[in-house]
C-alpha cells in the first residue's frame, strides 16, 4: 500500500554475521577447481573441494600425514586472509560428515601468520622517496601475496621485487637477510609483508 500524498516512509534494517565478499575471479576458481576433481572416494583433492564448497573459504590446502598415519589436516583461508573461527568451525563439521570412514582424523585449521618485517636502502633515479616507498610496498605486497600457508620465504625474490621497482637503480636489503623455511610441524605457517622500512642509500 503506498504512503498519503506528502508522507515519505523510511526503513532502516541492520544486517549481522554473513562473510566477507568473494570475488568473481575467486568464485570462478572455486567452481573450476570443483569440475576439474569431482569426488573420488576421500583423495587430497576431495579433501580440498569439500572446504571450498563452505561458504566463507576462498583457499584450502590440504596435507596427508602430518600428524601420522591416516591423519589429514586442511588449512583454509577466507577473503580477507585468515578464516573466523566460526568458518573454521563450520568446514570441520561438514568434512566430518563427508570424509570416509578409513581416515582416522581429520583437521581444519587456520595458518598462522607471521609478519616479515623488511628493511631496505635504495638509490633512485627520477623519483622521491615518498613515491619509491609507495612503489616498493605494493610490490612487496604482490610478492608476499604468492606466497601460501606452508611456503618458504626466499631472500632472492625480495630482493628482485624491489629492484624491478621502476625508479629503484640499486638496493642494499638489510631485513631479512637470509631464507626462512615455514614451521609446518607445529603449525601451518604462512609468511606476509610485516613493516617495510625504505630509506635511501648515503650518497
Request: charged share 25%; hydrophobic share 40%; proline share 5%.
Amino acid at each position: 500500500m503506498a504512503a498519503p500524498a506528502g508522507v515519505a516512509t523510511e526503513c532502516r534494517l541492520t544486517v549481522q554475521g554473513g562473510t566477507d565478499r568473494e570475488s568473481d575471479a575467486s568464485l570462478l576458481a572455486r567452481l573450476l577447481e570443483i569440475i576439474r576433481r569431482p569426488p573420488a572416494g576421500g583423495n587430497r583433492y576431495d579433501y580440498k573441494n569439500w572446504a571450498l564448497s563452505v561458504d566463507g573459504v576462498t583457499s584450502a590446502y590440504v596435507y596427508p600425514l602430518r600428524r601420522g598415519l591416516g591423519t589429514v589436516d586442511i588449512a583454509i583461508t577466507s577473503a580477507d586472509g585468515v578464516s573466523s573461527e566460526e568458518t573454521v568451525r563450520r568446514v570441520q563439521a561438514y568434512i566430518d560428515e563427508m570424509r570416509p570412514v578409513t581416515a582416522k582424523n581429520a583437521l581444519v585449521l587456520k595458518p598462522t601468520v607471521t609478519a616479515v618485517p623488511v628493511t631496505v636502502q635504495v638509490k633512485l633515479d627520477g623519483i622521491d622517496l615518498d613515491e619509491a616507498k609507495r612503489r616498493i610496498r605494493t610490490a612487496l605486497k604482490e610478492y608476499f601475496d604468492t606466497l601460501i600457508p606452508g611456503d618458504g620465504l626466499t631472500v632472492s625474490q625480495i630482493e628482485a621485487a624491489i629492484s624491478n621497482v621502476d625508479g629503484v637503480i640499486d638496493r642494499r636489503l638489510t631485513a631479512p637477510t637470509a631464507n626462512r623455511a615455514a614451521d609446518t610441524v607445529n603449525r601451518i605457517e604462512w609468511f606476509k609483508a610485516g613493516a617495510i622500512n625504505v630509506t635511501e642509500m648515503p650518497s
